[in-house]
């Protein structure tokens, strides 16, 4: 039995930070309490990023701001972006909420208890037997492993209908407080938005994008490459500048289990779809992988317009090959906390585009 992709969709809040904006704000925020601030501002220039989206204004991250109110916002931003990014997977699959059996919501940036898709049920209209499936602590690596859960609830239940959701609001991690580099890094790359798929058994008319076996793949001794650190101001990001060291050396291996647990090979790929964690992630990746550099191009064009979103980039960057008219055998892979890669197989036809 095979699950299919019915739709993607994704979603940014309304407020548009410009990368040099950024940086004007940050040296005045963090020049004075961090002597080396402007060395490694230099990274604000080799990013990769022209512009970000974030739920809250600029002048917010001039305040000082506790985890009660940073979570606060989480709520109704991340809310609001469960809602647009949900709607709008809906509608491009010809889908109703009601007719919605299960959800899956990835999210990692902020707690929710009762979950966003509990939040958003009366809004959205989904059913009082909707099954819900709320997962945290993916991190970057949850747009993969998100899908994953959602092709397996698929599988579960023939014709049910899946919705999966990855809302992520980044930017409100952000710290004035720590002076450590990787909150500088932080500042540098992270942002906000949302991303849905709709998935089931049923085939849709016409040509459909089916999922292959999925790959996991975590190492050992590995917890404090990337994660967070919690304490009364709020999240607090790791971060380790070892991550695109680590991807040269470790990911081909993972990969390549990955390829032949969906009896795939590498040179037979068509189309790699990564996370754009930065833009030396995405150099790292494009060595490893050996393709030809500069080759995965949707993936920096959305760190450009997007920054680094977490779990949603990669819906973003597979939206955007679907919608080019891209096709053939892909991967879809993303790396996150774990510290984890987590991979998804696609075989798109010709003409899928929008």
């Keep these: 039995m095979t699950a299919y992709l019915h739709s993607t969709a994704v979603a940014v809040p309304p407020y548009v930070l410009e990368q040099g904006e950024v940086v004007a704000h940050a040296r005045e925020i963090l020049a004075p309490r961090y002597p080396e601030f402007d060395r490694i501002a230099r990274a604000f220039h080799t990013a990769g990023i022209d512009r970000r989206h974030s739920v809250v204004p600029i002048e917010w991250f001039r305040g000082t701001h506790g985890w009660a109110e940073r979570n606060a916002r989480y709520m109704e931003g991340a809310t609001e972006l469960f809602v647009q990014a949900a709607g709008r997977a809906l509608e491009a699959a010809g889908w109703t909420a009601e007719e919605v059996d299960c959800i899956v919501t990835v999210s990692s940036t902020g707690i929710a208890t009762p979950t ?51 809302v992520e609001t980044c930017s409100l991690a952000f710290r004035a407080d720590r002076m450590q580099k990787a909150d500088i890094i932080a500042a540098v790359l992270f942002a906000d ?14 040509q459909a994008v ?11 001794e590995t917890l404090p490459i990337m994660g967070w650190d919690v304490d009364d101001t709020g999240l607090g990001v790791v971060f380790d500048r070892s991550i695109p060291d680590f991807v040269r050396s470790e990911y081909l291996p993972a990969a390549e289990a990955a390829l032949a647990r969906a ?51 990669v819906i973003f960057v597979l939206d955007r090959v679907l919608r080019g008219g891209q096709s053939g055998r892909m991967m879809a892979c993303a790396l996150g906390p774990g510290f984890t890669a987590a991979f998804l197989p696609l075989d798109v036809p010709e003409r899928i585009a929008a």
Aim: aromatic content about 4%; charged content about 25%.
């Design 193 to 206: 938005g949302a991303a849905a798929l709709c998935l089931s058994t049923d085939r849709p008319e016409g």
């Design 210 to 220: 089916a999922l292959g076996r999925p790959h996991q793949h975590t190492w050992r």
């Design 116 to 166: 966003l898709e509990a939040q958003a049920l009366v809004r959205m209209g989904f059913r009082e037997d909707v099954l819900r499936v709320p997962v945290f602590g993916l991190g970057c690596a949850g747009g993969v492993s998100g899908a994953i859960v959602a092709q397996r609830m698929a599988l579960a239940a023939p014709g049910d209908r899946v919705l999966m959701v990855a």
């Design 263 to 313: 009896g795939m090979r590498r040179g037979k790929v068509d189309r790699f779809v990564c996370h754009p964690g930065g833009a030396k992630v995405v150099s790292a990746l494009e060595r490893v992988l050996r393709l030809e550099q500069g080759s995965l191009t949707d993936e920096r064009d959305v760190l450009r317009d997007y920054g680094n979103m977490s779990s949603p980039t």
